[in-house]
């Protein structure tokens, strides 16, 4: 039997990646979240057993693909090839995101649409190259088109108020934060919009710092603040409401499960880091390769 270790170039390959075992797991334990029979907060049914007994094909498809997206970004991430793992987990990404937004979708994403997903993945994926100090190129064009993405997504998403001048959200984004700072009225009167507006703002500041990186301003530490600012969005809501009920009514299972798996497959932050990683990924099998 031949012991001789791999090649350099195949041992390079075949390095893992945590980030892809890290999104994998979160994308089960989101589903775990949603669907157990202790503190499952919309179903008392295992995932695998809505599957079976599912008579949607709709539904089925979104179950299966999200459990099956999970369980191949562990393995493939702890044991496949990069230079193919990352194509075989891009096709799944592509097909969850239509999937998810389906109306009829078990696992339905709804509070972002699909360009402002899309830009919060390729930030996410900027800043994770940048934190390791790898493919730098690709880590900057990469941040920085996400940033200018979710700008575009924010500009082009307009918001019309009986009997008021339609604006986009961006505009009104703006316009709140600042008002706030300064102590000044907001547009709206909704309920914990604060909540909003730091979300929304801690997202605004990841697309600069994104931005930034055509400048020069780059590095472990800077993509590190860009995740931070990043995720800090997707999860301040949820957090905040989850601070809010827990103060009210104590702890239950069932109530963190419902925030927690709300962050992870409505808002898609799960979805987000998986197609983070896949980007990161493949802008690392290239960089290998040149």
Known sequence: MDARPPPADEATARR????????GSLMLLAALLRANP????????????ILLESRSPLLTASWGLWLGSGVLAIVLG??????????VL????????????????????????VPLLAGTSLLMAGFLLQSVERAPAAATALSATGGLLVIWALACAFDYAPAAEPRSQLTALVHDALARLTGG???????????ILSSYGALLLGCVVGALGLAGLRGALVGRIG??????????????????ALA????????????????????GL??????????ADLARAAEERA
């Open 185 to 195: 009225d907001v547009s709206v009167a909704r309920p914990n919009y604060d909540d």
């Open 270 to 279: 799960a979805l987000a880091l998986l197609g983070a990683a896949v980007l």
């Open 16 to 23: 893992r990646s945590l980030a892809l075992v890290i999104a």
């Open 38 to 49: 202790w503190f499952g907060s919309a179903n008392t049914a295992w995932p695998w057993e």
């Open 90 to 113: 891009g096709a799944t990404c592509l097909v969850l995101l239509f999937t998810c937004y389906s109306g009829l979708a078990g696992l339905m994403i709804d509070s972002n649409s």
């Open 248 to 267: 009210l009514e104590g702890f239950d299972a069932t109530t963190l499960a419902q925030h927690a798996s709300q962050a992870l497959i409505p808002a």
């Open 78 to 87: 702890g044991w496949g090839t990069r230079r193919w793992r990352s194509v």
């Open 227 to 244: 995740l931070t600012l990043v995720l800090a969005s997707f999860l301040i809501p949820y957090v905040a409401s989850y601070a809010r």
